[in-house]
DNA sequence: TTGAAAGCGCTAACAG
DNA sequence: CTGTTAGCGCTTTCAA
């Protein structure tokens, strides 16, 4: 190899990408043809197809679907937005959503809120600049501004985690104020006379909450004292909860209903510590049904809500959407159901 | 309203988008200094800037960035396989690495490959199309076709949550090796005569056991039994590998390295459910520091990893790159460290 | 400080 | 089955 050339080499560095036009000229087609054999290889005589099949191999081509959403008008991208990544209770939701939307071509643009309205508002504006052919949000609390640009970007969105009468466009989730009163109605049925609430994080937390004390108070219980924490839920919390509960609220015996069954596990942990029986002393009640729920000491009582279940469902309904199927039901209520184990 | 002109209205529906042009008709502009008022205000004098801002306020104007990442030929898009969304490991990672890379306007592009390297491959594929300006990427063992792919691209990679010494381009993490011997030697500093291991996961939580393991067999142990799971770390699985400890292996005392905090949790939660003293009978050590090691009964020990470091770190190698300033050194090792706590 | 022209790499009609 | 012609809505030169 002659220094000359190697210059030239270096001179010659314009890595001009391989696109479709590229591949057309080895393949001897029009670059349309190049299109169609990846779009709909149908409509390509096998001969052709194979020619370009083996340029494309041979090149190295890899597809721009920006180009390709430009010209389309579709980028299949999903945007999401969900409180927290690391909340095992979104993460996994996200990962079975995943999952049903890319089983027909989409892929996730995922944002954490932070909890935040005014987060999610310039998340939304953020991610709508990408033009994601649909959008899933956490809760049925927006704000207006929100509400607006999603309207206007005309396209299918869906509400998780929640119902309502009026979702933006559809939405798929259960009902909190119910779950607060289920959890009630089971506290009473069990005979416990005095109850206890333990909350972090979100609005809905608190809707449960309020829900759950108010049917106690309504069915003669004295008062309902309660903790609340700003941010997400965690074990240390639920020992701090437990310890505040005992300590400063003077809560002696009776059942804790818990936001979150990372909560209760720390409820669990604190009892223990604290020489508690459970559920002799303390009864506990977690929420989420999380993986770990059914192995702690002793197995935790709890609310099960099918995150896999409200996936799907949020994609099949989004997709539905997508292809232009005309949905009867703007909401879809999952329900929820409360598990029995050992601690309550 | 005439029911003529609800017709009427109904074929009006072409709603036109919103684009450039518009809001630059709107302010008696071209269609460029729109362009450059969001891009490059200062270049624009300040009443047409104004004229243009309110333009934009009045139509509702929404940038199209995939027009934008087309013609520029930069998506402000990045990248992330991670082998699981639901693993706090991960997933607080790409929390920390998601808001250090969006400080620079960068968006992610997430996809879990479930700890394999053939999904791995084809997400790199199908994520390579959106033309992202950057790729991370979870370990450092990847098939070769990715390898390929990636080089192909020629754009920043870089590797977390490993070390290697020929990264694809650039990599920051810890070395698994040294860890797993940090932690023999741990065992061997405070007296213990006998080690189990349990892991599960991925290859990397293996490279730590054999190193563990080597390092004690070569220091005079007899054996180190083991318990590996396929799949991921939970509490569950920790329960049930020290009962297979126990019962299949007849491991009576010692210490105990788990991959994963969760499956010290889940020893520790089996231990007490036998009436095993923690660590008097079995002690205990995690791998992680998740944020609940320090609330068990007892407080565990074990090896902490700086995730958000890692995050921070890994994205300012990225940004680094992307910003043409050449990186010395391609791999960075950020070290871990072993918390003692009460469990060992 | 502003604008005109040319394209980014692809898909969408429409022909043939 | 294949090709031609127009754009998609921006950014990038280059001029003025």
Redesign the interface.
């Known amino acids: 190899m002659l220094k000359n050339q190697r210059v030239t080499d270096k001179e010659d560095r314009s890595?001009r990408p391989v696109t479709m036009e590229t591949v057309a000229r080895l393949a001897g087609v029009s670059q349309v043809t190049v299109s169609r054999a990846l779009n709909e290889p149908d409509k390509v005589s096998p001969a052709t197809l194979a020619r370009i099949r083996h340029a494309i191999a041979v090149t190295?081509y890899?597809?721009?679907?920006?180009?390709g959403?430009?010209a389309s008008k579709r980028?299949k991208l999903i945007a999401a937005l969900i409180p927290s990544?690391?909340n095992?209770v979104y993460?996994?939701l996200?990962?079975h959503f995943?999952q049903a939307v890319r089983a027909s071509g989409y892929?996730?643009?995922?944002?954490?809120t932070g909890f935040s309205q005014d987060e999610e508002q310039e998340l939304v504006?953020?991610?709508?600049?990408?033009?994601p052919d649909a959008v899933l949000l956490t809760g049925i609390r927006h704000s207006d501004p929100c509400r607006?640009?999603l309207l206007?970007?005309?396209i299918p969105v869906v509400e998780v985690w929640d119902v309502t009468e009026t979702p933006i466009d559809t939405c798929v989730g259960f009902s909190h104020t119910e779950a607060g009163k289920a959890v009630a109605a089971f506290v009473r049925e069990n005979g416990y006379r005095r109850a206890a609430n333990v909350s972090a994080g979100d609005e809905r937390a608190l809707r449960r909450k309020d829900a759950f004390a108010r049917a106690l108070i309504e069915a003669g219980f004295a008062s309902v004292p309660e903790v609340c924490f700003e941010g997400g839920a965690?074990?240390?919390r639920g020992?701090l909860a437990l310890a505040r509960l005992v300590d400063e609220q003077a809560f002696r015996d009776g059942v804790i209903f818990c936001s979150s069954d990372l909560l209760a596990h720390?409820v669990l942990?604190e009892a223990?510590?604290r020489g508690l029986r459970v559920p002799e002393d303390v009864a506990v009640i977690g929420f989420g049904d999380q993986?770990?729920a059914?192995?702690?000491?002793p197995p935790l009582t709890t609310v099960r809500v099918d995150r896999a279940l409200l996936g799907e469902r949020a994609a099949s309904a989004l997709l539905a959407r997508l292809n232009g199927v005309e949905v009867p039901e703007k909401t879809i209520d999952i329900g929820f159901e409360i598990v029995r184990r050992a601690t309550a």
Chains 1, 2 share one sequence.
């Open positions: 890595p190295g890899v597809p721009n679907l920006v180009a959403a430009l980028s990544i690391t095992i993460s996994s996200m990962q995943s892929q996730l643009l995922m944002s954490e504006a953020k991610l709508l600049t990408r033009r607006h640009m206007g970007a005309g965690s074990i240390e020992r720390g942990i223990q510590a993986v770990f059914a192995h702690t000491l």
